[in-house]
């Protein structure tokens, strides 16, 4: 008879409290879709036995499951929260302008580290970093990793491309994915002012791509040792594409194309990498969000929802660094400025203005030079990268997960969530995330124990 009571309690309290039953149903199968298809390990491709043991022993991260946030694993989510939550560790920087051949001007922020003992000034392990999209060294992800950095006895120097980082542009020429001549200036700056420290880069999205290129370039004549690449897009066309569609276009796309310098730092570091090959300088690199092929982000750029989230918008972004620099760029018969402002997508002013300035025939010409998967074979140094399957600029297809497996010098990490330079985790993720994890264990087992010899 109790039983009776009870089950007429309950259903009584159901059609009492609708909301609570529908809440509590819904939780349920949130928790368990969850914890089914969102907690995953990551993906390892690597050919390489003697580096895949160096990141099974000093990377522990990679055995475990990545945990996005909860409440905002969406990859779009990821990319844009990461942005607006994360907070901005308090680091010192000490500003070196240099002077390039043709009269530019590119400014490097130091984090020298003097205080800690750990390492003699002339031997402390020093970081190049590079960073992604409209980054400087204020971005909350840069400071993160010079935080970091510092607290494990290293030195940091931030590459800030021309007219980026408060910085004047002084000629008519910015920087694009495909043109690693100021990273390979910068870096032999670097090597002559410390010429006995081990350098490592790591570069996030457009910086982790020029890296990239750098090593494949050069390959032993590199002048770093390894590297880290952080949300790379593979293919420059398919991640157009992506950002040129739905969403993705205004929120993202426009605003690009109103700052060049801000868009044009997604490739640096990988294309660094890829041109130099076994020459680079770097002991090590880490590619975090980079775009490997570019013809296959341009299409994810050009998907419904990335076009107007991420397309539209920074594409606007790109164009604000010309209409702030016209009187320089009006002197070139071969742009048309007045067009160029006009663009309403990174490809329209990829096409209008980058692939013009540096004399490609088209941007498809561009795109091909630009792109990273076709490079992977060129890398002489150790380059680990990191990539989300949701990566908005970088469909999943595009990443060279069976090229790595192929090549000695590159192990691809692929999660399946975490976005753009997104990789949230924990319930509240404005200190810590996924990608930060990567890059302590990455760089500090690198700098003190390197590939060890079978």
Request: glycine share 6%.
């Amino acid at each position: 008879m109790s039983q009776l009571v009870f089950k007429d309690f309950c259903i009584h309290w159901i059609f009492d409290h609708p909301w609570y039953a529908i809440s509590g149903c819904f939780a349920s199968f949130y928790t368990v879709y969850y914890l089914a298809f969102i907690v995953k390990r990551p993906i390892l491709s690597c050919g390489d036995k003697k580096f895949r043991q160096f990141i099974d022993t000093y990377c522990p991260i990679s055995k475990e499951r990545f945990w996005p946030t909860w409440w905002c694993f969406e990859s779009r989510a990821q990319t844009i929260l990461r942005a607006l939550i994360q907070s901005s560790p308090k680091v010192d920087y000490t500003s070196e302008h240099l002077t390039t051949s043709d009269g530019g001007e590119i400014r490097l922020d130091w984090n020298e580290n003097d205080s800690n003992s750990k390492f003699s000034k002339h031997e402390r392990p020093t970081i190049l970093m590079l960073p992604g999209l409209t980054g400087s060294s204020k971005e909350n992800y840069i400071l993160h990793m010079v935080y970091d950095a510092r607290n494990l006895g290293y030195r940091s120097v931030v590459f800030n491309n021309r007219g980026t980082g408060d910085t004047q542009l002084k000629t008519p020429r910015t920087y694009c994915a495909a043109n690693t001549e100021d990273t390979e200036f910068v870096i032999k700056h670097i090597r002559t002012k410390y010429p006995n420290a081990p350098l490592i880069g790591v570069g996030v999205s457009l910086g982790g791509a020029i890296l990239f290129n750098y090593l494949a370039k050069l390959g032993d004549e590199s002048e770093i040792e390894a590297a880290l690449i952080c949300s790379p897009a593979y293919d420059f066309k398919e991640s157009t594409k992506m950002l040129e569609q739905g969403l993705n276009y205004w929120i993202f796309n426009q605003r690009l194309a109103r700052n060049l310098c801000n868009l044009i730092r997604l490739m640096i570091l990988f294309n660094y990498m890829a041109k130099t090959g076994k020459s680079a300088c770097l002991l090590a690199a880490m590619s975090i969000s980079v775009g490997w092929d570019v013809f296959a982000a341009c299409n994810s750029l050009d998907k419904f929802v990335n076009y107007y989230l991420f397309n539209k918008t920074l594409a606007r972004s790109l164009c604000y660094l010309v209409k702030k620099n016209l009187h320089l760029f009006e002197r070139n018969v071969n742009i048309d400025t007045a067009h160029v402002l006009k663009s309403e997508s990174i490809k329209d002013f990829d096409e209008r203005f980058t692939s013009k300035l540096f004399g490609y025939s088209s941007v498809d010409h561009y795109y091909t030079e630009a792109s990273l998967h076709t490079k992977v074979h060129s890398l002489a140094r150790p380059v680990l990268c990191l990539s989300a399957a949701d990566d908005p600029f970088a469909p999943e297809t595009s990443i060279p997960m069976k090229e790595a497996e192929e090549n000695e010098n590159i192990a691809i990490v692929k999660t399946a969530c975490g976005g753009h330079i997104g990789f949230l985790e924990g319930t509240f993720p404005s200190d810590r995330s996924y990608m930060y994890r990567w890059f302590q264990q990455f760089v500090s087992g690198m700098f003190e124990h390197g590939l060890k010899s079978d």
